[in-house]
């Protein structure tokens, strides 16, 4: 079997698998699960973890150049491996944008807006998972899920009132990770928005508008006709 | 009657209807209503509701494809219903912005920093009014509406001190509402100034410059110029 | 004399003017006069301002059309008005921004970048000042100098750590001009960016570069030489 | 020798001394070195900023203009006459920038954004070293390496929760450095994405696509097919 058909084959699994992993997470970290509630959310997390390392081996038997499909995967393999780090876990998430980007196609302006507002959604919320799963029990101010969100939107859009932060470095390395995504968004919205500008302040004169397909298509028709004329007149 | 005559013949009665409705909820939130005051202003504020909510109907009745209408206009029907709860009327609002912006016609650079203005300073006044009717009588900071418009300020800019934020579910919602609009404000104001800079370097080698339809012209005139001179010697 | 002649003359004059201003204003706020000084620095102050007023007067009394001219130029009434109140005394060193961004000329890249550079620092200073005026002696955070320019430079980067910011009207007021100052730092300084980066990536497929001035010239010589061919055979 | 053979002499000796400052006055801040360590790391210290002496003097001894050598790098000898004053040591780790800068040749997309990205990391790691060599002791809340870090990255991403602010004006100062390359960083992120989805958002209808060098070609090509049949006709 080629790398490519196994890719294709796993591929809604993973995404399945992804879903779930989300699913059982915020369970166990919404509801601060305890007994045996909290072995069945950490059996479907290592279950779905099982799946992520699986596909991870596979990928690398079935490469026609195994030293450079893990060289160039490296971020493969840290999202198999670090989600071993609890904080880490919720990288696998990740997987859940791609398939839903891979899904999108050709990316043109207004998907590319979609897609960032998806993607900063579930930033907002897998962060929110992640801040209170470091920070519930210690001296911080974020306690619960409904804070987690409040903090995540607050730090997302660098507003940052300083209400609710994390104090554990756990909860810093998320918040710092969040902090990029905004930036990132940032940059997104202005990037679409600037761009659509360029497009829609039309040059007013129209001699100074530039030269299109239709205007040489013009000159090359013209171009013909004279050809014609040149022939039937010899 | 078709739908488009509909939308044409209540479009400035809507306006008005978005405009005396801000004008009662301000009243009610900044005076803090109690008594006849109170049942006046929330008369006022149902009886323009109930504008919004007729016009819904009508379109729906009016509608060629009601089935697609409804679909694609499901945030119309969100402004009619959500409206019900009392921090979203604010949404209202949002029919001022659209027939102002309808009023602005082709959107040239000028005209989208106004208009981002414009949004912008509505947002700030109207958020001010929802957070403060959210948050007063709470143990939230923010108790008048001089420190509600404050706290809208240093939110849509991103600062974001932390001298007053909201810690009602529902000042927080309004809170996410303005950050977001901080975001696109922000993206706005880049992306004119982006377009206007991009435009402002011309490039100063003119055999680089981008060719115009000008230049096209100009070698169509001269290939018109070769076929008549054929023409005339044959 | 025409209109235009005043205005070379008093340019510099003017320029000036708002320099000596700053400099009592900076004086009489920092040092926190009283008695005779403060009496000095007073008198500079309502001195350039009587200069201003005048410049108003006289541009009014030559204008061609006067009714056109005040119509278009209410916000120069506003810099000479509204210095009578304390706080908006700062509005005056936009004279300065004035002259010294119709000296750039041309604006390019590095020239926008300089002003904007230069203008966020004249913010930064003017509003240190006149946040400390307004705050001084009440109860906000902000009773120093330093404090006013720390205070300002976390508000218009809108990082707001939130350990000084201003209570008093005034000193709000200040706040959202810097804030609004920070906005517009952060779209010019990405719009150039934008430029710059935009211009930098070339295409690499050659064909696929835009056609230039270049382009069509030779296409136009090549026409021009078929012409003469035709003319000689003839 | 001249300048240019000695500036390619000294670029690596030169960019291991910036490293080697790095590491030294890294282990002197962060492990708050006293008695003999102290003395190690300074001498260390001291040592490198004599090469960045003598590297100043050289250049400016073998320079063709002394004076405008002398006038247009200015910087450089802020650079080496600076670090005498304690905080503004680590303008000196600008070297390994420009060094890293000069290598990554062509600036193209992708390397604006790795360097970007190197940049920020650098600064943030320096800022946070510095404000601890400021603050430590001192009555702010930045006391730890950790809390350093933290800080630089909630202020360099303008989120600014306040929890930890230099209270020193040495700390200040590394501050507004931070805050001024957070305003850069957003500018760079956004200014890469914005180049990228103006270039990606192709026009869909062809006809209105820009004229490319390939259209031309094609125009091209076919003149001279006529002119070639113009020739063997005569």
């Given at each position: 079997m080629s790398q490519q058909t196994w890719q294709k084959l796993v591929e809604w699994p993973l995404f399945a698998a992804a879903v779930l992993f989300l699913a059982a997470y915020s369970w166990e970290v919404i509801a601060d699960l305890q007994g045996p509630d909290a072995v069945l959310a950490e059996s479907v997390i290592?279950?779905?973890?099982?799946?992520?390392?699986?596909?991870?081996?596979v990928n690398l038997a079935l490469a026609e150049?195994?030293?450079?499909?893990?060289?160039?995967h490296l971020l493969d393999?840290?999202?198999v491996v670090l989600p071993m780090l609890r904080p880490l876990r919720?990288?696998?998430?990740?997987?859940?944008m791609v398939v839903l980007g891979r899904t999108a196609g050709a990316m043109l302006r207004g998907k590319v807006i979609l897609y960032a507002a998806g993607a900063s959604a579930m930033l907002v919320y897998v962060a929110a998972l992640a801040v209170l799963d470091a920070e519930r029990g210690q001296d911080g101010s974020i306690q619960t899920f409904g804070?987690?969100?409040?903090w995540a939107f607050v730090t997302i859009t660098t507003v940052g009132y300083g209400d609710f932060f994390p104090v554990t470095p756990t909860g810093q390395l998320v918040a710092v990770g969040v902090m990029v995504g905004g930036i990132a968004l940032i940059g997104v919205v202005t990037g679409t928005l600037a761009s659509w500008i360029v497009e829609r302040v039309s040059v007013n004169n129209e001699a100074e508008q530039v030269a299109t397909k239709a205007h040489i298509d013009q000159l090359t028709a013209e171009l013909r006709e004279l050809r014609e004329e040149l022939r039937q007149r010899a």
């Open positions: 290592w279950g779905t973890w099982g799946l992520f390392a699986l596909d991870y081996v150049d195994r030293r450079r499909w893990f060289v160039r393999l840290a999202v919720i990288l696998r998430v990740g997987t859940i804070e987690g969100l409040w």
